[in-house]
């Protein structure tokens, strides 16, 4: 699969005419996933409200997933996210292009999005064949390919001597890449996932925008190391078939200008 990246110098128009309505999520429907135990940390435990609005991870654990019943690619995902325990700093954020039981699958794929409160060494040890790494604070995005140790999740590190897998992180936000998220704070997130760009909105703040080619699969949220986090007031709505990328006014100066310098030039050699 090619996957090249760039960042992004685009925007997709989202208003309420090119778009379908959005539809409450019921978590219900996700399911949980987690990666193999290590020492000290086990699986993640999510707790779904029973009117299916919310979902709360309670457990300090190792990567820990809660896969979506639909694919995001081709989708507007918002919704909410909020720490509500002081007793820990560690990995709070999503998934997108998952597939259900990628924790053990050394073909995986997909992009993680995932926002650190404090920058932290730490070696996860055995049965983790890697060193230690540290997680610095911020959000970014990375892409997870085959199935990482816990050390490559929490650097963000693709260890050559680790075949089976690790991550390649990609983009820092542009505000919040060396920022840590707030404890008792309520963020306000939004995803625009196509097949050949995300952007990721925060407090509707655009603050990822990537480009490459990327595979399809669940809008899934993810926990590490981090307890007693609630998800809330997810909604979903498709985007038109035919929506399309269009670069953002200043690129669209700059190709005016550029076009402008290129007939200025064509001009002069014609007076030639």
């Known amino acids: 699969m090619r996957f090249h990246i760039r960042a992004a110098l685009i925007?997709?128009?989202?208003?309420?005419?090119?778009?379908?309505?959005?539809?409450?999520?019921?978590?219900?429907?996700?399911?949980?996933?987690?990666?193999?135990?290590?020492?000290?940390?086990?699986?993640?435990?999510?707790?779904?409200?029973?009117?299916?609005?919310?979902?709360?991870?309670?457990?300090?654990?190792?990567?820990?997933?809660?896969?979506?019943?639909?694919?995001?690619?081709?989708?507007?995902?918002?919704?909410?996210i909020r720490v509500n325990s002081a007793n820990d700093d560690d990995f709070i954020g999503f998934a997108l292009g998952y597939h259900i039981a990628d924790i053990t699958n050394p073909l995986a794929d997909y992009l993680l999005v995932d926002w650190k409160k404090g920058d932290q060494f730490f070696d996860f040890g055995s049965p983790s064949t890697t060193p230690g790494t540290t997680a610095n604070n911020g959000l970014a995005?990375?892409?997870?390919?085959?199935?990482?140790?816990?050390?490559?999740?929490?650097?963000?590190?693709?260890?050559?001597?680790?075949?089976?897998?690790?991550?390649?992180?990609?983009?820092?936000?542009?505000?919040?890449?060396?920022?840590?998220?707030?404890v008792g704070t309520t963020y306000d997130f939004r995803f625009v996932f196509l097949p050949n760009m995300l952007q990721v909105f925060v407090n509707n703040t655009l603050e990822l925008n990537i480009n490459g080619s990327f595979n399809d699969g669940s809008m899934a949220f993810y926990n590490f190391s981090q307890a007693d986090v609630t998800?809330?007031?997810?909604?979903?709505?498709?985007?038109?078939?035919?929506t399309t990328v269009a670069p953002e006014p200043a690129s669209l100066a700059m190709l005016a200008t550029g076009l402008f310098a290129i007939g200025g030039t064509m001009a002069r050699r014609k007076r030639v």
Request: glycine share 12%.
């Open 11 to 80: 925007a997709v128009p989202l208003s309420a005419s090119m778009a379908a309505a959005q539809v409450p999520v019921n978590l219900n429907t996700w399911s949980p996933q987690s990666y193999p135990a290590v020492s000290g940390f086990g699986a993640g435990n999510w707790i779904v409200a029973p009117n299916g609005e919310s979902v709360r991870q309670s457990v300090n654990g190792q990567p820990t997933m809660f896969a979506s019943d639909f694919n995001a690619q081709g989708t507007e995902v918002a919704g909410r």
């Open 141 to 182: 995005v990375s892409r997870v390919q085959g199935i990482p140790t816990a050390d490559e999740f929490w650097g963000h590190t693709n260890f050559a001597s680790h075949t089976g897998g690790g991550l390649t992180e990609l983009q820092r936000a542009t505000n919040l890449g060396g920022t840590g998220w707030v």
């Open 231 to 242: 998800y809330s007031a997810f909604t979903v709505r498709q985007l038109p078939p035919t």
